[in-house]
Each structure stands twice: as C-alpha cells, then as structure tokens.
C-alpha cells in the first residue's frame, strides 16, 4: 500500500455524519484498489475500511456497510468517503492509500502495520 494524503477528519456525536477526502494523484497504475483504512486507538495493526478499484467494484468491511460510502470524483483526483450514522466504534486515524495490482476485496483484507506511515486524518465519535 502507498499511503496518500487524507483529510476532512473531526469530532462528531454518534449517529452524525462526516466526510473525508483523499487526494489520489499523482498515482499511475492501470490496476489498483484505493480507498480508507483505519486504525483504532490502542490497536496495533489497521484495517480495511472502504476500497474502491480500476474495474470500479467496492468492498466494505461489515461493520460499516450500509453507513460508509466511497466514491471518487476523477475531474478532481479526489477519492471520498461519506460516513453516516457514525457509532463511537468509529473512532480512528484514517488512513487514505493506493493498493497497486490489488482488487477492492484483496485490499480489504489487508491488516496494515502503519508506524512509518505519515499523518492520516482522526475520527472521533462521543456518544
């Protein structure tokens, strides 16, 4: 995974919404999964969230299905993800990266060690 640049992160009260924001390029592959992964406080490893890839399929996690939307916006090089009906479990750094020669469902599984990673965006939901 190739981590890219997220934002739109904050604090929010259960049941609200929130959307972050990725920025996808400058990245070239032809075959790729790209989307969300997070990673709670006090985990060590993250997890797949919400994944998008090149033929267009998704692949959400269970948990948030049915509440957690990506998309991408290619005029904008912006990949999104719109969070609705947030629960405090949510609470976790978001992490936007680009899964080269993956499907979204192979990228999904993927459980990420991210020390060494940079910056990604926090999520906090109070009940």
């Known amino acids: 995974q190739v981590q890219l640049v997220a934002s739109g992160g904050g604090s929010v009260q259960a049941g609200g919404s929130m959307r972050l924001s990725c920025a996808t390029s400058p990245h070239t592959y032809t075959v790729y999964a790209v989307g969300w992964y997070r990673q709670a406080p006090g985990k060590g490893h993250g997890e797949g969230v919400a994944l998008m890839d090149s033929d267009g399929l998704t692949s959400y996690r269970d948990s948030v299905k049915g509440r957690f939307t990506v998309s991408e916006d290619n005029a904008k090089n912006t990949l999104y993800l719109q969070m609705n009906s947030l629960k405090p479990d949510d609470t976790a750094m978001y992490y936007c990266?680009?899964?080269?020669?993956?499907?979204?469902?192979?990228?999904?599984?993927?459980?990420?060690?991210?020390?060494?990673w940079g910056q990604g965006t926090q999520v906090t939901v109070s009940s």
């Open positions: 990266a680009v899964a080269p020669s993956m499907t979204a469902q192979q990228a999904l599984g993927v459980n990420i060690d991210f020390s060494g």
